[in-house]
């Protein structure tokens, strides 16, 4: 079965902290993605990757950055932890083509920064 | 840039039949897709419609209209399991972009 594999469920962390938040798929999926979600606000797009060592930026990057150096792992990095900050990150991939009807998520990171 | 507008809120009984509306506005459009949330689980694809008409999987059909920039989700025979988050997403030339979702609740 298909599956994108999210590193924490839960993740507390401090103000200034440097954060890694980890994404691994096992479909040899080409695109991959991170959105955060906020109640109200639904999934929002922080950064996209369509192949490896490529990054795109999404809708709202300011704040992050990625890192995507296999094709099977895409890394959200939080490079200094701020309470606006706290919310539900989903790491999703894409085949190449399947942009509509292709997107698998993972069970989210429920980060809180204190 | 890409804005949606869906309800918020939708609330039905078992059995009954409901409608979740979308609208949009878009610079570049593809297709419209819809995505089911549990509370608490990851969203899962439910339909896409890249082309005007219905899209019928089972007891969920989903509806484009690409000259009204309209489309709809419809779930048929209600169970009490399908509460849960709908959401629709506008497909783009290189991503999706969401709406803020429709909280539907099913009463028995």
């Known amino acids: 079965d298909v599956k994108v594999t999210q590193s924490s469920r839960y993740l507390v962390k401090r103000t200034g902290e440097k954060v890694f938040l980890e994404c691994v798929q096992d479909?040899?999926?080409?695109?991959m993605f991170w959105y955060r979600q906020d109640p109200g606000l639904g999934l929002r797009l922080i950064y996209f990757?369509?192949?490896?060592?490529?990054?795109e930026k999404g809708d709202i990057p300011e704040g992050y950055s990625v890192s995507r150096e296999k094709k099977e792992r895409f890394s959200l990095i939080l490079e200094s932890a701020s309470t606006n900050q706290t919310s539900m990150y989903l790491c999703?991939?894409?085949?190449?083509?399947?942009?509509?009807?292709?997107?698998?998520f993972g069970s989210g990171t429920r980060l809180t920064v204190v | 840039g890409q804005s949606l507008e869906q309800p918020s809120e939708v609330t039905a009984v078992e059995g009954a039949i409901v409608q979740i509306n979308c609208t949009y506005q878009t610079s570049g459009f593809y297709g419209l897709s819809w995505y089911q949330q549990h509370d608490g689980g990851a969203p899962t694809f439910l339909s896409y419609?890249?082309?005007?008409g219905l899209e019928e999987t089972g007891r969920f059909s989903s509806f484009l209209s690409r000259s009204d920039s309209y489309g709809y989700l419809l779930l048929q025979e209600l169970q009490m399991k399908d509460s849960a988050s709908y959401f629709c997403a506008v497909r783009g030339y290189s991503t999706l972009t969401f709406g803020k979702g429709t909280m539907l609740l099913v009463s028995p």
């Open positions: 999703a991939s894409s085949p190449a083509g399947g942009l509509g009807y292709g997107y698998t």
């Open positions: 990757s369509y192949d490896v060592k490529m990054k």
């Open positions: 479909m040899d999926h080409e695109n």
């Open positions: 419609n890249g082309l005007d």
